[in-house]
C-alpha cells in the first residue's frame, strides 16, 4: 500500500451515500485521479452495504487507499458475514444490478472477512489521470 489510507466512518443510512461519493471525489482529487468511476463504485458498495450488511445506524467504513503498483481501491466494511451475491440479470426487475455494474467497470473486485466478525467489499480501479 502505498501511503495510509482514507477513511470515512458513517451510520448505514441511505442519506449518507452523498456524503460517501463526496469523500471519495476529495480524496482521487488528492490524488489527481478522475473520480467519475470511483464514485460509482463506491456508491453501490456502500448503498450494498448499508442495504444489505447493516441494521440501520450501524457503522459502515468507508476506505481509499493506492496500492503500491497505483491502482486505486475503494472498500466498504459491514458488519454482515454475508457475502455479496451477483444475480442474475433480470430485465424486469428495478434493481439488483449493482455489482454487475461494479465487474464492468474495474479491474477487479472482492470481499474478505474481518477477524473481528461482517466483511469487507473492494474494489480495485484503473488509475485515470484527472
Known sequence: MSGEPH???IKA???AIKQVR?????????WRLDDDVARTVISELAANAIRHGSRAGDPV???AYRRDDGAAVVEAWDVSDAPPIVRPVDFAAESGRGLLLIEALVRRWGTRPL???GKVVW???EPVPA
Not at 463526496?22 to 488528492?30: E, R
Open 7 to 9: 477513511t470515512l466512518v
Open 13 to 15: 443510512d441511505p442519506g
Open 22 to 30: 463526496d469523500f471519495v471525489a476529495m480524496t482521487f482529487g488528492a
Open 61 to 63: 467504513v468507508v476506505r
Open 115 to 117: 477477524s473481528e466478525g
Open 123 to 125: 474494489a480495485e480501479l
